[in-house]
T-cell receptor, first 113, second 112 residues
């Protein structure tokens, strides 16, 4: 079983709908991240959380919100999806004190029509 | 914000050839990392570099942390079909409380 699990893996929705992407991890890591991948743009950070009570905006947080329900769970919400939020979304984890090593989930592909 | 310039954007090579890709930045980084993303998967760490001038190998992969701390390169020797994927460089400034900055990736295609 994957250490970092994302659900759903694929989702097609319509403009204006609310969408939640969920991430859970069994690695025992305290830090969790949400990234967005677009062709030719690499990985861009949306939000990150260093522990349950700590939530921080990344470089492209507009239009997104997050919730850290427990150390092992970090969800990403799109309150009113728009077509330019069509992308591949990754959750990642890391251990505090580590330098740079992120562990990624398998990704959630979201299409907004 | 910080930017990493990764090149080339894509490469098409024949099996057995060597590959080289690099990342440059206008900012200094204390850590350089190289990740690989297989098709349909999330990125996985290949090599981490923590000291300027450091040269590290992992099988057929070799990476170096530039002396100026503003660049890094990754070489793959004797490429094989399973080397196909997207390779990302990433840099981290300061200590572990700093986020990674990712390059835009190099898409590698290996023709058998």
């Amino acid at each position: 079983d994957a250490d970092v699990t994302q659900t759903p893996r694929n989702r097609i929705t319509k403009t204006g709908k609310r969408i939640m992407l969920e991430c859970s991890q069994t690695k025992g890591h305290d830090r969790m991240y949400w990234y967005r991948q677009d062709p030719g743009l690499g990985l861009r950070l949306i939000y990150y959380s260093f522990d349950v009570k700590d939530i921080n905006k990344g470089e492209i947080s507009d239009g997104y919100s997050v919730s850290r329900q427990a150390q092992a769970k970090f969800s990403l919400s799109l309150e009113s999806a728009i077509p330019n939020q069509t992308a591949l979304y990754f959750c990642a984890t890391s251990l505090s004190g580590s330098t740079g090593e992120l562990f990624f989930g398998e990704g959630s592909r979201l299409t907004v029509l | 914000g910080q930017q990493l310039n990764q090149s080339p954007q894509s490469m098409f090579i024949q099996e057995g050839e060597d590959v080289s890709m690099n990342c440059t930045s206008s900012s200094i980084f204390n850590t350089w990392l190289w990740y690989k993303q297989d098709p349909g998967e999330g990125p996985v760490l290949l090599i981490a570099l923590y000291k300027a001038g450091e040269l590290t190998s992992n099988g057929r992969l070799t990476a170096q942390f530039g002396i100026t701390r503003k660049d890094s390169f990754l070489n793959i020797s004797a490429s094989i079909p399973s080397d196909v994927g997207i390779y990302f460089c990433a840099g981290q400034r300061g200590g572990s409380n700093y986020k990674l900055t990712f390059g835009k990736g190099t898409l590698l295609t290996v023709n058998p």
